[in-house]
């Protein structure tokens, strides 16, 4: 069986829909204490929407396990959502939207720990910095990741050192607005004789000099986005 032919243009692929008809996560639910009390009371029986991509590109490659850390900055206007933009050069995911981290290490404890070991890694965020609050079911992807979500708060004042090989730029996009279903997106379309689908959210900010920029984040970051509003729904 050959492998499955990558998404070469994802902005290109046709919306199929926008799940507005889902509410937003109200304000008190967003703040630190509450997501403290959330992740410390997980319910039992809740299972993601996206558990991940659908079949993977090589179907005899055996899954490797990784972790991502999700970083919720705690900014005097609320929580923003830490994001790196991959290099150009990288031979996967190049120029992708993404959290921080990547594949497990041997000398790795668990999940939490590969992900702060690749977030400091990848953009020089201190550990002192970042407080654990929880995990969220691992997400399958089509390139042979089994990756655990770990769900972190931010202190302000730390000083990102990027990673020039993997890392394009930092940037961050408030938590309320990627818990607003109304700014999900679902696109829809055909690869290889499958049907397939991915969620998007495009958001409009400002690189690091000031100047408008836009960052299309979709596909397996949009989706762990997309549980973490649904485990955070769950009342």
Known sequence: MSPLPRILDPEAVPVAGVDDHL??????HLQPQALRRRFAAPLPLWAPELPGDG???????????????????????????????????LRSHAGQISFPGGKAEAGD?????????????????????VEVIGVLPVYATVTGFEVTPVVAL????????????????????PLPFLMTPAHHRRHRFELAGQQRQFLSMPWQGQDAQGRPQRYFIWGATAAMLRNLYGYLAQR
């Open 23 to 28: 509410p937003a996560l109200p304000p008190d």
């Open 55 to 89: 079949a993977r590109f090589d179907p005899l490659q055996a899954a490797s396990p990784a972790a991502v850390l999700v970083p919720l900055v705690m900014r005097e206007g609320g929580l923003q959502v830490l994001f790196t933009r991959r290099t150009a050069h």
């Open 109 to 129: 404890a668990n999940a939490v720990a590969t992900a702060l070991r690749e977030t400091e890694e990848e953009v020089g965020l201190q550990r002192h910095h």
């Open 154 to 173: 931010v202190q302000p004042g730390f000083r990102l050192q990027l990673d020039a090989f993997e890392v394009a730029e930092a940037f961050e996009v």
